[in-house]
């Protein structure tokens, strides 16, 4: 008791990554590329970047082939902005997918072990929302690598910057940004296991910290997904964006959450209530099951809320069924082998015989950090913020806009991160480091406060409240009455925080201590989402507003957050790129303001 | 109503700050389709915060919560209270971290440690192949990567080394040997001399026995000791 934390040392480095998942290492990897000579340290909150939540993704990655006879970079820009409601940055699209071929053969030359066609060139499958000719007919435009495309590129990008020399502090959370006159120019870190904080002096610091799912009780997110990059950005005083945008998936396994792949569908999987209804049928006669993710995501919600859900005596949550039961053995057998591998490993249940307990699943968040095209990070008045740059799930470009498509995830965090290594090069030139007067009290006073704190609250309860709310009232639906009442509860939850004690006092590797200021974390980014979603009084893309159900023009721009004092937030404004549009190019009229029908 | 199961859970501690470790007990309640990172996670709610344990995807995708139940390297993200009930036959369940790494606290263990024996693997193309002119992919037949597409699955739990009879001091490990297999067998690899000396080093694959405890104990079904047979016989 007692002790006074400290700054144990202080380290200088060319590039700061903060996150080595997908985005982050492939920045670092460009960086290697490029300037072998550059110093490059690389964070990550996981044990070793192989563990990180990259390496989960399991579907695809969406690239034009240039050699595809039929398929155009085109098409993919369109399937992109209607998919997201017309609410991503035309200028952003167009950047990322004509520099996606570029990375699947960058992937195909650095040992990725994509599955092959018969003639032992990259296969390509089929995804939900990714079509020809502007929606005439379904494009085979996603490369994988089996059933775990992302293992496959966290494992090539994560032994591209082994093999560059970047130097990895794992088990590491970044706690504080700095910046001296208006430069960013490193961070404050904690090491977990170490117990100790440390800055980083940086010409450059690159923050790719990945999602924000835990904030929900169901999510396909891995344990470390808190938000905390978001979190940091917050109290730095920048803002988040469209942060309301967040992606459900329909079917998540009850009750971990983990992804039970759309194939259940396209096989022929039929979703029942209590009563073994096929209710599908209700909500979309003529798509029926196979409708896009968010009508079958708020079709199970509405069967549940009414009373036709299932309750896991287990897990405490309430589900519908997913019947597999009459498709054939070979269907289960080979081509849902996984999934249906899943249903066995995850709640004892066979797939061919019995009825398994799906639900929807928090899955991805399409805002995030504010950057340009180039990832550079912007401030409430959307000024570049030199010196910082954001990529991945964290960030927020958007390429996105309202609601991913499949496949497009991957793409971009390669894509992107590939970029703003480029982006960095040339920054990198002009820029010299010096670091900030009281770097690190910020952190230390916050990290202080939370050994200090005495009281009878439990931590593990409050985050368990928390993400029951989220889930409930911030979640597939949407409603005035509903997200004020989540607000209310976010604050209280804020307020018991301050009771809670922590028994583990030594600083090594203080689990407590981690999820104390993990739950601060995943209270901003919970605030700033049920924040923002009360402010969008429409429906657009993934955010459906019951009270407000279609999308209005009025709210044609992404929302920018900003919030130093818990609840206290201030919003602000960034247009939608337009200029495919405006171009007046070829095929330009496909990329106006229409609705989103399929 | 789902019936619940009597559990006994004796973890083995460790206390950084006192250099002292100790088994403790927790008994808890627990339905059959709870996993045991949900047990851990009950316990830091209902029971005890201080108890340390790792995991992050939770679905045996990423290899962080390796631990020995009963013995066994497991693991704990995809172990279900019944199954395990099944597996044993008893309801007490004695868990102790991995033996591969240094133990930081309770059940968290250093993986950098355990890492560095992958990362002397070189687990990227040491000389990587140039595409040939004008093709934007190499061709590989299908037949030719499913010789060593399952070897990719690894995901460096270390379950493997932990049940390794060979030890983990003298052996550079099953998984990490694998990493190095896997490229020898990879078409694009054109640093295959350096490979050959490390896979036929002093801590490479002649130190294994053979026990195939390796493909038992493997979460992911792989077959590592048939890869290991394949260095043997230099039958890349």
């Not at chain 1, 934390?5 to 590329?33: K, N, P």
């Not at chain 1, 570029?102 to 066609?117: A, N, P, T």
């Not at chain 2, 403790?24 to 709610?45: C, H, M, S, W």
Request: net charge neutral; with cysteine.
């Amino acid at each position: 008791m007692g002790k006074k934390l400290r700054i144990h040392s202080t380290l200088a480095c060319d590039v700061l990554i903060i996150g080595a998942g997908g985005a982050g290492l492939r920045c670092a990897a460009l960086l290697h590329e490029r300037r072998p000579d550059l110093s490059i340290i690389a964070v990550t909150k996981v044990a070793h970047p192989q563990k990180s939540h990259t390496s989960t993704a399991q579907g695809g990655m969406a690239a034009v082939d240039p050699k595809d006879k039929v398929d155009k970079p085109i098409y993919h820009m369109f399937d992109t902005w209607k998919g997201g409601d017309c609410s991503s940055d035309q200028n952003v699209i167009k950047k990322i997918i004509e520099g996606g071929w570029e990375e699947v053969q960058w992937l195909e030359q650095k040992g990725i072990h994509f599955s092959r066609d018969e003639e032992g060139n990259i296969a390509k499958r089929q995804f939900g929302g990714h079509t020809l000719e502007f929606g005439k007919g379904d494009a085979l435009r996603a490369v994988f690598v089996a059933d775990r495309t992302g293992k496959g590129m966290m494992d090539t990008v994560w032994g591209e910057a082994l093999k560059g020399g970047s130097l990895f502090l794992n088990s590491t959370v970044i706690t504080e940004l700095l910046f001296n006159q208006g430069c960013c120019v490193g961070a404050v870190l904690f090491k977990i296991k170490q117990g100790e904080f440390i800055t980083v002096l940086a010409k450059a610091t690159v923050l790719a910290t990945g999602g924000s799912g835990q904030v929900f009780r169901i999510t396909t997110n891995c344990r470390n997904n808190t938000g905390d990059g978001l979190a940091v950005i917050l109290r730095a005083g920048l803002p988040v964006m469209d942060p309301e945008a967040v992606q459900f998936h329909p079917t998540g396994i009850v009750g971990p959450g983990i992804l039970a792949s759309e194939a259940l569908r396209s096989e022929g999987g039929i979703l029942r209530n209590r009563e073994l209804e096929p209710f599908m049928e209700r909500y979309a006669p003529k798509m029926k099951d196979l409708a896009p993710r968010d009508i079958v995501a708020r079709a199970i919600e509405t069967e549940i809320r009414e009373g036709r859900g299932i309750m896991n005596p287990d897990h405490q949550i309430e589900h519908v069924w997913i019947d597999l039961r009459h498709l054939p053995d070979y269907v289960h057998e080979v081509k849902l082998k996984e999934v249906a591998s899943f249903f066995k490993t995850y709640v004892n249940l066979d797939s061919r015989t019995q009825l398994c307990p799906v639900r929807p699943s928090n899955h991805y968040h399409m805002g995030g950090i504010p950057t340009n095209e180039h990832g550079e990070v912007q401030d409430a008045a959307n000024r570049v913020v030199p010196g910082l740059f954001a990529v991945g799930e964290c960030a927020c470009a958007s390429l996105h806009g309202f609601n991913r498509l499949g496949t497009n995830s991957l793409l971009e965090l390669l894509v992107m991160g590939r970029y703003v290594g480029e982006r960095v090069l040339s920054y990198l030139r002009e820029k010299q480091v010096s670091g900030p007067k009281g770097a690190g009290e910020a952190s230390l006073a916050l990290f202080a406060n939370y050994l200090e704190a005495q009281g009878r609250e439990n931590l593990g309860m409050i985050r368990q409240e928390m993400r029951e709310v989220m889930t409930r009232r911030v979640g597939v639906f949407r409603i005035e009455k509903g997200i004020e009442e989540a607000i209310a509860s976010l604050i209280a939850f804020k307020q018991r925080t301050a009771r809670i004690a922590i028994s583990t006092k030594d600083m090594r590797m203080n689990q407590e201590l981690l999820e104390r200021w993990e739950l601060d974390n995943l209270l901003d980014n919970a605030m700033t989402i049920a924040q923002a979603a009360l402010m969008r009084k429409e429906s657009r893309g993934a955010h459906f507003r019951e009270d407000y159900p279609e999308r209005s023009d009025e709210f044609q721009f992404h929302t920018l957050v900003s919030m130093t004092e818990f609840g206290k937030v201030s919003f602000g404004k960034r247009p939608i790129d337009m200029s495919i549009y405006e171009s007046k190019g070829e095929h330009h009229e496909q990329f106006r303001v229409m609705p989103r029908r399929y | 109503m789902s019936k619940t199961y009597s559990l006994t859970l004796t973890i083995k501690r460790y206390d950084p700050e006192r250099s002292v470790s100790w088994f403790q007990t927790y008994r808890l309640e627990a339905g059959p389709i709870l996993r045991f990172v949900d047990l851990f996670r009950k316990i830091n709610v209902e029971l005890d915060a201080t108890l340390a344990w790792a995991s992050s995807c939770e679905h045996a995708q990423c290899g962080s919560c390796s631990v020995n139940i009963n013995g066994r390297p497991m693991l704990a993200c995809e172990l279900l209270v019944e199954n395990a009930v099944a597996l044993f036959g008893v309801t007490e369940f004695k868990i102790t971290p991995v033996s591969v790494a240094p133990v930081v606290r309770d059940l968290v263990v250093d993986w950098e440690k355990a890492y560095e024996r992958v990362h002397r693997s070189k687990p990227y193309l040491i000389k990587p192949k140039k595409l040939p002119p004008g093709m934007t992919g190499f061709r590989i037949s299908p037949a030719e990567l499913s010789r060593y597409e399952e070897a990719t699955r690894c995901i460096n739990c270390f379950c493997c080394a932990e049940a390794c009879i060979s030890g983990n001091r003298n052996f550079i490990g099953p998984n990490a040997a694998m990493a190095s297999i896997v490229r020898m067998m990879d078409p694009r690899e054109e640093g295959k001399d350096e490979r050959l000396n490390l896979l036929y080093s002093e801590e490479g694959i002649y130190r294994c026995h053979t026990s195939k405890a390796c493909s038992h104990v493997c979460p992911k079904k792989i077959d590592v000791a048939h890869f290991l047979a394949l260095a043997k016989e230099g039958a890349f």
